[in-house]
């Protein structure tokens, strides 16, 4: 923004333009926008983001995001929490649980292994789920993040932490995506399916 | 977001997806987003939308945004305040700004009509221009709301009630855009091109 324009403005729009996914013209408009908000509007969504940083922080088992200092899920008594299910950031927790299939409990790493950003096993939430297992114990644990090299590494690290101390290490099913068409399905997808066949 | 998320996340998605052109999903992310921002950058975040909101108001000639009583550009000397660009938003005023080359002044009409809406003439800052030039008079106006139903409908009503107070009422010129390919162009915006030729 040219410095025509109300510095107030100007400085509201770099907020809104240092989220990810919105460039500085939608941070532009979205300034413009709160302008048309009304007070009330505008003095809420400040104490939301206010009280989103100070009220929410990390369940002291699963290090999911909640706002009590044990998340639902883990004080939830009908969950097996013998069965670990190990993913990236809390957004995996929601969509597990859309699926209404998963009786066990998370662990949220809060990131994947990326050395070459500096992100080593220490930056991840990796003890956390270590000091858990030796306190609780688990019977299996799922590492489920996502199929790329940073996910596949990330699993392969904790894997190698974990079946030393016996436990049973899993790791999500890679295939054809159901619904999927398989003239569409990359190569390594197509490979995955082959191998992982089942008998019908 | 399902009932195990915490409800302050709730709360902020909900309120970045009350803003234009972000969906839910966009909006869960950014307030996860927020979760690992510092805390003064999100205290600053907070501070800047109701320093945005608290400070920012029209200006009390051209309706723009600006935190002065008067903004930088109508209280700039070296304008010509008896040219009045007629817009729809202050973001057009920003882009006219941009092109370096118009050194008059601007009315901010915050809206374009659309009685379809219940945006009658009384919504608009109509009143403010006709207030303004018979204060401080002008030599010309030029209409420059977007060539679309609702923005030529809101420069013929304008200009209906400027002309008998004999003042040089314009509009934009159409045509095709510069480096724009003719045979991509429209048949109204070639129409108009073809209409409007010039001279060589």
Known sequence: MADHNALPLVILAEKFASLPGIGMKSAQRLAYHVMSMDDEAVESF????????????????????????????????SRDNRVICVVESPKDVSAFERTRE?????????????????ITPDKLRVKEL??????????????????????????????????????????????LPV???????????????????NDM
């Open 46 to 77: 400040a104490q939301a983001l206010i009280d989103a940083k100070k009220n929410v922080h990390c369940c002291k088992y699963c290090q999911n995001l909640t706002e009590r200092e044990i998340c639902p899920i883990c004080s939830d008594d």
């Open 130 to 175: 270590l000091a858990r297992i030796s306190e609780t114990g688990a019977d299996e644990v799922i590492m489920a993040t996502n199929p790329t090299v940073e996910g596949d590494a990330t699993a392969m690290y904790v894997a190698g932490l974990l079946k030393p101390l016996g436990i049973k290490v899993t790791r999500l099913a890679f295939g």
């Open 102 to 118: 998963y009786n066990g409990v998370y662990h949220v790493l809060h990131g994947l292994l990326s050395p070459m950003d500096g």
């Open 179 to 197: 619904g999927g068409i398989l003239e569409y399905a990359d190569e390594v997808t197509l490979y995955r399916a082959l191998e992982n066949r």
